[in-house]
């Protein structure tokens, strides 16, 4: 059955072998002022005291996986949870949840061709897309197979690597159309680097 084109960002759904699976999520600041809106599975980056949404999808150092935030609206008032970030909303800088655990696993869909068992261990990065602001407020980032590279210099601080294909049933599943399915984990991320970040 030929998949038909998903996006939902990087969904956590394990961790690699040997990990401890604790399913802590790590708390940063997002600064009130920031008008990026940042989707519930998106990737995000260190920026100073603060993360932003992660917008050039090549090299820079990931900070981790967004999931959530927590801010004080503008009028004031009771916190208010939500799944994304809606951009310059908060009387002060917010509260964010980001999933950093340096051996997790994510679900995330191929931008458009393929994705074959050849390309397991490659490194590979993203395509940002647009998230949506209803429901869940999902990402819209899918992993971009034109970024696999033979290059091994040019590949080695893509943020992501390839671990294994979607194994499930249904939309993903199939290896031979565009749109699958597959597994990664971090690559170039704050506990996965000898770089510090600034």
């Known amino acids: 059955m030929a998949n038909v084109a998903a996006a939902f960002g990087f969904r956590q759904i394990g961790y690699l072998s040997g990990g401890g699976p604790d399913y802590q999520l790590a708390t940063r600041a997002i600064q009130s002022s920031y008008a990026t809106k940042i ?37 004031g008032g009771t916190p208010i949870w939500s799944p994304f970030w809606p951009g310059a909303v908060a009387a002060s800088d917010a ?11 994510f679900l995330a869909a191929a931008l458009n061709t393929a994705i074959s068992s050849a390309n397991i261990g490659s490194n590979i990065s993203f395509s940002l897309g647009t998230g949506s602001t209803s429901g869940g407020g999902f990402s819209g980032a899918t992993v ?8 091994v210099a ?20 199939d290896p031979t159309t565009p749109f699958n399915w597959c597994v990664v984990t971090f690559n170039n991320q704050r506990f996965r680097t000898l770089t510090s970040v600034t």
């Open 154 to 173: 040019s590949a080695a601080f893509f943020p992501f690597q390839i671990v294994s294909l979607y194994q499930g049933v249904g939309n993903g599943s």
């Open 95 to 105: 509260t964010a949840y980001v999933l950093n655990a340096p051996n997790a696993l």
């Open 144 to 151: 971009d197979q034109s970024t696999i590279t033979t290059n």
């Open 39 to 75: 989707f519930n599975g998106d990737p995000v980056i260190k920026s100073g005291a603060y993360i932003t949404q992660d917008t050039s999808a090549s090299t820079t150092l990931l900070e981790g996986i967004f999931q959530g935030c927590v801010y004080i609206p503008t009028g």
